[in-house]
């Protein structure tokens, strides 16, 4: 039976040093809410035998902002020994890495990401009819589809693309040395994404000889291509859109772009971030996806608001409701970090912890969400909140590369089902005993 608040820290202090960790993480679980509502008022840096849970808003937002000591360490081993950027903390790789992409990422095309997104999601549900299995057919397909027709990962089945993304999202995020997971079980996990890792990696390298040889042979016919260029600067010049006569996606145009070598971003750097763009994309979007949708259709009073927000033109308001939603159901309620030396977290307060060097760090967002500090009546469903208190694509300076992708195409995502009417979920999402919804039923009429 769940323990009363006011009981957690009685019971942690009077157990056993093997039993604090696992009792945490339970509760962590299954009543997060009030165990680090607890937290942040009696012991806001709880040091236990395995990891320093760290609560309140400011030291939160502290941990991320030190990447060098509260560092990364944690994704190497699930990254090739650290061959992609989100295992490198604050170097140059890092920077240059992510802001290569964050520019080719180009912002200004989002309204179009969106309306690909709405058109895409819309498909899907008017050719299922008044029924939907919404985790598969839908929260990994849209942004499977995504990864295939903007970022250009195409020529392959959708399933391979979801498989792939999922295990190595189980992998980095669900198989750390702290989650209470069996040796056979961890095992399992390493060796599919292992397995699925290689078969990235031969994806990537044929996508990649596929596609050059297609821009080989559409820069050989130049005149083919001065035409067409000419025929997008006079459609430009008349103020009507890019046709995209000429193909245009973001590994085309990771291909299309040259790079000195001073740059250190050859093909082999550029293959690397290009399957980060997929594994990034899919499981993280559908989680977000699916629990937020189950959120709004288990109250009704949001269900409504949403559905009328969902309505307008305008998606302001819609937006808000969905990264609202998501702090009461976050896709993961800490991001995990390794110390690199000792620190004094929250120095200068009166409960100033050092956090001595090699200690695991949950960096408690959905907490930080919840502290006063920040969100005023926390409990409260607030739509229109400060969106840049949020965590839900991280802090710092490893925050999302997609965030920007994310954030039209999660909502988009929502409205597009709650647009259905009579939506209605049957039964809850079933998680099939892992981290990630795996099947959930929806109807409307
Ligand atoms: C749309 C495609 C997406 C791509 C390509 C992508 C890619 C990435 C990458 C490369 C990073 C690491 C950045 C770094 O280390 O500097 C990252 C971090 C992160 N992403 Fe995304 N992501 C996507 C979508 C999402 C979505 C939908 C969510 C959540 C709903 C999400 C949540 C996060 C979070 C919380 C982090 C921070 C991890 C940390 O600080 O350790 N991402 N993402």
Redesign the pocket.
């Known amino acids: 039976m769940a323990a009363p608040a006011t009981d957690y820290l009685a019971q942690y202090d009077a157990a056993t040093d093997g039993e604090k960790f696992p009792l945490v993480y339970r509760w962590m679980v299954e009543e997060p809410l009030p165990f680090f509502k607890t937290l942040r008022e009696q012991r806001p840096i709880l040091v236990t035998p395995e990891c320093t849970l760290v609560t309140r808003f400011d030291d939160v937002c502290e941990v ?1 902002l030190l990447p060098t000591i509260f560092t ?1 360490a944690l994704y190497k081993p699930k990254m090739a020994d650290g061959i992609y ?2 295992a490198h903390d604050d170097d140059a790789l ?1 920077t240059r890495e ?1 802001s290569l992409m964050q520019a080719l990422l180009n912002r200004d095309e989002l309204p179009s990401v969106r309306a690909m997104v709405a058109d895409i999601g819309k498909k899907i549900l008017d050719q299922s009819g008044t029924s939907i299995e919404v985790v598969n057919d839908f929260c990994r397909t849209v ?1 499977a589809t995504l990864v295939q027709d903007y970022f250009g990962l195409n020529g392959i089945d959708k399933k391979e693309l979801i498989e792939w993304s999922y295990w190595s999202q189980y992998d980095t995020f669900h198989n750390q040395p702290f989650d209470p997971i069996s040796a056979e079980q961890k095992r399992n996990i390493e060796e599919r994404h292992d397995q699925t890792g290689k078969l990235l990696n031969k994806f990537i390298t044929e996508l990649i000889v596929r596609r050059s040889l297609a821009l080989g042979l559409e820069n050989a016919n130049v005149v083919r291509r001065l035409w067409l260029k000419l025929r997008i600067g006079l459609r430009l010049l008349m103020g009507k859109p890019h046709d995209a006569t000429l193909r245009d996606d973001i590994v085309t145009r990771m291909l299309r772009t040259s790079f000195p070598d001073a740059m250190d971003f050859d093909i082999k750097r550029l293959g690397v971030n290009a399957g ?2 997929l594994i ?2 899919i499981e ?2 559908s ?2 996806v699916a629990q937020a949708l189950q959120y709004l259709l288990q109250h009704p009073e949001l269900l409504e608001q949403a559905k009328i927000a969902a309505a307008r033109e305008d998606t302001h308001a819609f937006d808000g409701i969905v990264w609202e939603a998501l702090r009461f159901v976050p ?2 309620s800490y ?1 995990f970090r390794k110390t690199s030396s000792a620190y004094i977290a929250a120095n200068g307060t009166d409960y100033a912890t050092t956090i001595p060097s090699g200690s695991y760090v949950l960096a408690l967002t959905q907490s930080a969400m919840f502290d006063a500090r920040a969100f005023a009546n926390p409990e409260e469903f607030i739509p229109d909140r400060n969106w840049y208190h949020y ?13 920007y ?2 954030m039209v ?2 909502p988009e995502m929502i409205r597009q089902v709650l647009l259905r009417p009579g939506i209605q979920g049957l039964g809850t999402i079933d998680y099939k005993d892992g981290p990630f919804p795996e099947n959930y039923q929806l109807t409307w009429h």
């Open positions: 991320l990364v950027l989100m890092h992510k942004p980060g763009l990034g994309a993280t979007t989680q977000a896709i993961a991001l965590f839900h694509f991280g802090f710092g300076s490893h925050e999302c590369l997609g965030k992708i994310g195409m999660i």
